[in-house]
């Protein structure tokens, strides 16, 4: 643990296993490389460690979980309270039968790899989504035909209080981009269901996805995956398209020439370019389509002066 700033609510944490950082840079965790320091960086040991924590914690300071960074968008004044993220136990994969438990640090490619190792099919589309599936869970996240509505049972969160609660699939409230648990609830683990498949059949599907999403999306560039999400009958990139928003650029972000649903940081940018070009570019698809795009990238933190 490093030294605590003498400020407030961090005097009075409780001893923690974890990692624990103040005035933590962030932008080095995420896939634009942009963005502004958190209040507090924890990493949890398990999974007590965290409700000790959330337990002690006064309501009023905010408490956020990041990933891997794949789908995010930390604003330059950085992210106020706590910062979680989860990785080590909360990573774990367990296969039973056709059923396989996730801690929501595990990455989605990992889980589909072990799926495939595994022979069990339907999980597929999980080496298509980036980031790890506590963030696949809060955003029902989906690719190339499958999303995680179709293949969870079940997942373990955690609320505010610190206290467990176990959820169903129907309590998860899957749509589109979308669950229904609230915002300030962490998700810890699920439990998906594959099907008997057999090994070469889901192996050549995976390299399929992988070659698509080569083949179709910007990579080896500072992104932060698809952008916005497709209104009902539409689909998001061709009305950006037709806007003439391929390759806007402002500051140092562009809109990709290969995929214009994606933003990029081409060295330079900052965290208010990046956003700054998302909402041009919703701008003039509302203008000339009538179509209000919504961000599918999570933006989170202060537009101002450091946390």
């Known amino acids: 643990m490093t030294a605590r700033k003498a400020t407030h609510w961090t005097q009075d944490l409780p001893p923690l296993k974890g990692r624990v950082a103040f005035d933590a840079p962030l932008a080095g965790l995420t896939w634009f490389r942009v963005g502004g320091p958190a209040e507090m960086l924890f990493r949890p040991a398990d999974t007590d460690d965290l409700a000790t924590l959330l337990a002690a914690l006064p309501p009023e300071v905010p408490v956020t979980v990041v990933g891997v960074g794949s789908n995010l968008l930390i604003r330059d004044g950085g992210v106020p309270g706590v910062v979680v993220r989860l990785a080590g136990p909360f990573a774990d994969i367990r296969i039973d039968g056709t059923r396989i438990e996730v801690g929501a640090g595990a990455l989605d490619l990992t889980v589909s790899k072990h799926a495939s190792d595994a022979s069990l099919a339907g999980l597929e589309f999980l080496s298509g989504v980036p980031g790890t599936i506590g963030g696949a869970l809060r955003m029902n996240a989906g690719a190339f035909g499958g999303e995680m509505k179709d293949v969870t049972l079940s997942a373990v969160a955690m609320d505010r209080q610190?206290?467990?609660?176990?959820?169903?699939?129907?309590?998860?409230?899957?749509?589109?981009?979308?669950c229904a648990v609230p915002e300030d609830v962490i998700f810890l683990s699920a439990v998906l269901e594959g099907k008997p498949g057999e090994a070469a059949e889901i192996a050549a599907r995976m390299e399929a996805i992988r070659t698509a999403r080569e083949d179709s999306q910007p990579q080896r560039v500072r992104t932060g995956g698809s952008t916005f999400a497709n209104p009902p009958g539409a689909k998001a990139w061709e009305l950006i398209d037709k806007a003439g928003c391929r390759g806007l650029a402002i500051g140092g972000a562009s809109v990709s020439e290969k995929h214009c649903n994606f933003l990029l940081n081409n060295g330079t940018a900052t965290a208010a370019d990046i956003e700054a070009l998302g909402d041009e570019v919703r701008r003039r698809v509302l203008e000339t389509s009538g179509i209000e795009l919504k961000w599918e990238i999570r933006r989170i933190g202060s537009k101002g002066e450091k946390a």
């Open 162 to 178: 610190g206290r467990i609660q176990r959820l169903s699939g129907a309590e998860l409230g899957f749509s589109y981009r979308h």
